[in-house]
């Protein structure tokens, strides 16, 4: 299915890199066009990706899923394909194709034998800047859009629980708004709010090329040039900026309430800085900092005091993200054992924390979270697409080629006094939301 | 211009057979495994499937397989639960045990500078897990965990409730992670009789992908397996299926109904399986241009996703579908579904149509073989699925060989809009109650 990237309550996956396959080429176009070639000549395969550099959190107020419909839409007529027959033609040659939108980009891709890249890209290049929608494709998909919605976020009370969450992060970035957009928008969404998206974001010169597998860099290039090449860029695109946060002044707590929230726990999340150009320091320390707070059950922080020394918890986690575009979060959550309050899990999540600010850093651990990075890049060749993925997120996220390149390095040199300053700086109540997911309390009644 | 296009796309179709070349290697033992060699990355991944599973669970004991699956790891040999996972972080180790319906597999990857301390951490787990107290304690609350949040989910409450419905007493009637009150009842001594019944070295089957020879991988696989019970109990006989057409309405106070359908289908053993596989292919097998995604999906708006799929498991073999549409919707989305049963049922498919599906399917199947992982996968798969080692390359021709006629027939045989039952999950408008 085209598929929305949720962010929420995520299995804390570390961002260890992926990076370490060697044969990584770039090349750009005059157009604007930026593509990264990943080769893995070990089966007969390729991965072609397009991302855009156009999310969610770049609409327009008042149309909140927008990126997303359109997403959805860029699979109807182009000026010379009818409507399905893009993916028909890539099942017909026996590979499948899907589509993702996150809040800081939008991406399409195919999986097919190596020798049909340049058909995808024919393809994927036609619909870049040639999209022919009608009225009637635009009302169809919008059922679909808002089934789509009734089925991932509706009928998921956790789902919906994440969206008052982010809302409640974000006063004023659009990081707050849904990535499928709320409901009462998305009804309203139409042909023309999709197109002006379309016009400006769907361009040369707001894209990434990845290709990753069993190819040849040159023949590539030779290829994008032919495809994208031609694609007029859209004139005076600046560099995106979106309403940023005010400083955040007071503490924000929500206690989410449904018959069918079956296992309660509490998460909070601490506004955190995400990984930035050349400045990536942080977000390192801020990524060995979730491994170690709350990377593994068994021997993390939170997993050893809270489900092994203690059992106070069912479940502990920590998670960070550093790919994203403006700010990001660091979070932290708990289900407290049977029998325990909400109040005491939150209570003893923190316990749990504030020693860990006395203690420190175990170098050990720090050691084996390291010795476990240099074995991800082992083992991340095995999967050259997510390597492509891995470039795409990084590219669209404001992060250059070099920067994805000196991730490993930079995560190598963090040291324990890094982790702990990092810690400092972003465990403050006053910069988190706290949230508490339960069923409705049962009232007393006094008669 | 379209179809001139898509013309010379077919022209063009010439698909490499995959290039796997796998050896099969016994062990010093007697153990038998398929390996492919792929020296290019340091690592090796391996892929370890025991047949039985959760279906070996006992009465009165559903989810003894699946909790036991999660206690390997916590406590083996002369290593508690932290020292195990210290030990695997420190060695990159990385692993998975795993409690299906039908077997238990083990999966891992490991790197060729770490072999033999990760082979040895692995073999604790297989043949020494400790089962102690806090840890059994600790991973059932786990376990409940789940348990409360499915007892909530609109697509479990659907599956757990096709299933009671269907499959009377066999255990494919539960979940196989059990109830609260089989999860809370489980002892130490039936997770210590269950790792006992199930990792047995009578229907083992071995996957192995890497940096490895023939000659290690068979003393790795004695070291890991060569000390297991030689034989299990007897699998369980094969399941009755108690369904008949009509709509089961679960009700459930939420938006969008889900609704999960099926009724008999074709094992993978029956000469017309190809022909069925192609025909669900056209149907409902999931991409854009399937029958159902298109009527019900792109058509009407009705869903987000609908599927058909061949469900094979040892012991039945269905065919089912699933879809969720919106309360008001999902009558009419039931109603396309039951016409497009009976339009195959009667009508088969194009020829277009098997060109496109057979295009489609013999193109997409090579690409399965892109990573060690994935490749190791395969392997015990096939094993376990009784197919031979020179399956692959002969895989596209089957495929290739289905004809018109032969679609006709299975669908004609096979598919009973009559006998289609929907479980549906949610307040549908427009849909009677049980039966």
């Known amino acids: 299915m085209r598929r929305l990237i949720a962010c929420f309550l995520a299995p804390a996956v570390m961002a260890f890199p992926a990076l370490g396959a060697e044969k990584v080429t770039t090349f750009t176009l005059d157009n604007g066009l930026e593509a990264v070639v990943l080769e893995d000549h070990r089966a007969p395969v390729v991965m072609h990706m397009l991302w855009y550099k156009a999310g969610a959190a770049d609409e327009d107020p008042g149309v909140s899923g927008i990126a997303h419909f359109l997403e959805h839409l860029l699979f109807k007529a182009t000026d010379k394909l009818e409507a399905g027959e893009f993916s028909a033609i890539v099942e017909a040659n026996g590979g499948s194709d899907n589509a993702f939108t996150s809040w800081d980009y939008t991406g399409y891709h195919q999986r097919i034998a190596a020798d049909r890249l340049d058909l995808v890209m024919g393809m994927e290049a036609n619909r870049m800047r040639n999209l022919r929608l009608t009225e009637e494709d635009v009302e169809t998909e919008r059922k679909v859009i808002l089934e789509e919605r009734a089925q991932r976020t509706d009928s998921d009370p956790g789902a919906l629980f994440g969206e008052q969450r982010s809302a409640a992060q974000y006063l004023n970035h659009p990081y707050g708004r849904p990535i499928i957009g709320w409901r009462h928008e998305m009804t309203e969404l139409s042909r023309d709010d999709a197109l002006e998206f379309y016009r400006k974001f769907y361009a040369p010169n707001a894209a990434v090329l990845i290709v990753a597998g069993d190819v040849d860099p040159a023949e590539v290039e030779e290829l994008a040039k032919k495809h994208y090449g031609p694609l007029a860029p859209t004139e005076g695109l600046q560099e995106r900026t979106r309403p940023q946060e005010p400083p955040q002044l007071a503490e924000r707590r929500i206690v989410y309430e449904d018959p069918q929230a079956a296992q309660p726990y509490v998460i909070r999340s601490y506004k955190a800085p995400e990984r930035d150009a050349g400045d990536q320091e942080t977000a390192a320390a801020l990524t060995m900092l979730a491994e170690i707070l709350g990377g593994s059950g068994q021997t993390s922080v939170l997993g050893r005091a809270l489900q092994l020394d203690s059992t106070k918890a069912v479940y502990t986690s920590a998670y960070y993200s550093g790919v994203n575009y403006d700010d990001t979060t660091f979070g932290m959550f708990i289900v407290p054992t049977p029998g325990l309050s909400l109040q005491e899990g939150e209570d003893a999540m923190d316990a749990v924390v504030a020693q860990f600010m006395e203690d420190g850093v175990d170098p050990a651990h720090l050691a084996r979270v390291k010795s476990q990075i240099r074995a991800s890049l082992i083992y991340a060749q095995d999967d050259v697409s997510s390597l492509g993925r891995e470039y795409g997120a990084a590219l669209t996220s404001g992060l250059t080629v070099k920067d994805v390149q000196d991730w490993p390095a930079i995560l190598e040199a963090v040291t324990e006094d890094d982790i702990m300053k990092a810690a400092r700086q972003v465990f403050d109540r006053k910069n988190a939301v706290t949230g508490w997911f339960r069923k409705p309390q049962t009232k007393e009644v006094s008669q | ?435």
């Open chain 2, 1 to 435: 211009m379209i179809r001139a296009l898509l013309a010379t796309c077919f022209a063009l179709i010439a698909f490499p057979a995959a290039a796997i070349d796998i050896e099969e290697v016994t062990s010093p033992s007697g153990i038998k495994a398929w390996l492919v060699k792929e020296t290019s990355i340091p690592f090796t991944a391996l892929e370890i499937r025991f047949k039985g599973g959760a279906s070996l669970d006992e009465q009165g004991k559903r989810g003894a397989a699946y909790l036991m699956s999660g206690l390997l790891d916590e406590g083996a040999g002369d290593l508690d639960s932290t020292a195990f996972a210290l030990a695997a972080e420190e060695l990159a180790l990385q692993y998975d045990f795993d409690a299906y319906a039908d077997g238990f597999s083990i999966s891992a990857q490991f790197l060729s500078e770490n072999e033999d301390a990760s082979v040895e951490l692995l073999r604790k787990a297989i043949n020494e897990p400790r089962f102690d107290q806090d840890a059994v304690d600790r991973v059932r609350g786990q376990v409940l965990s789940i348990l409360a949040s499915e007892e909530e989910d609109p697509n479990d409450i659907a599956s757990r409730s096709f299933a009671a419905l269907a499959y009377g007493d066999h255990p494919y009637a539960s979940k196989l992670e059990g109830t609260a009150e089989s999860v809370a009842t489980l002892t130490r001594e039936d997770l210590i009789a269950s790792h006992k019944s199930l990792l047995t070295r009578d229907r083992v089957f071995v996957g192995a992908v890497g940096d490895i020879s023939a000659q290690e991988l068979g003393v790795l696989i004695d070291t890991l397996l060569g000390a297991l019970p030689a034989k299990g109990p007897e699998l369980p006989s094969d399941a009755p299926f108690l369904l008949s057409g009509g709509e089961t309405v679960v009700p459930y106070d939420t938006l969008q109904s889900v609704a999960l359908f099926g009724h008999l289908g074709i094992a993978r053993t029956d000469p017309d399986f190809f022909a069925a596989f192609v025909m669900n292919q056209v149907l409902g097998s999931g991409g854009f241009g399937s029958r159902l995604m298109d009527e019900v999906r792109e058509k009407r708006g009705l869903t987000y996703g609908v599927y058909s799929y061949m469900a094979l498991r040892e012991h039945a073999n269905l065919m089912m579908g699933q879809v969720s549409s919106t309360n008001d919707n999902v009558a009419e989305a039931i109603s396309v579904i039951r016409d497009e049963w009976q339009k195959m049922s009667e009508q088969g498919v194009t020829q277009a149509e098997l060109d496109k599906a057979k295009t489609y399917l013999t193109g997409a199947y090579p690409l399965r073989f892109d990573g060690n992982a994935r490749i190791a996968n395969i392997l015990a798969a096939m094993q376990f699925d009784g197919l031979p080692i020179d399956y692959i390359d002969g895989r596209n021709a089957k495929v290739e060989a289905v004809t018109l006629e032969d679609i006709q027939r299975v669908a004609k045989r096979m598919l009973k809009p009559e006998n289609l039952h929907f479980v549906v999950v949610g307040q549908p408008v427009g849909l009677g109650g049980s039966n």
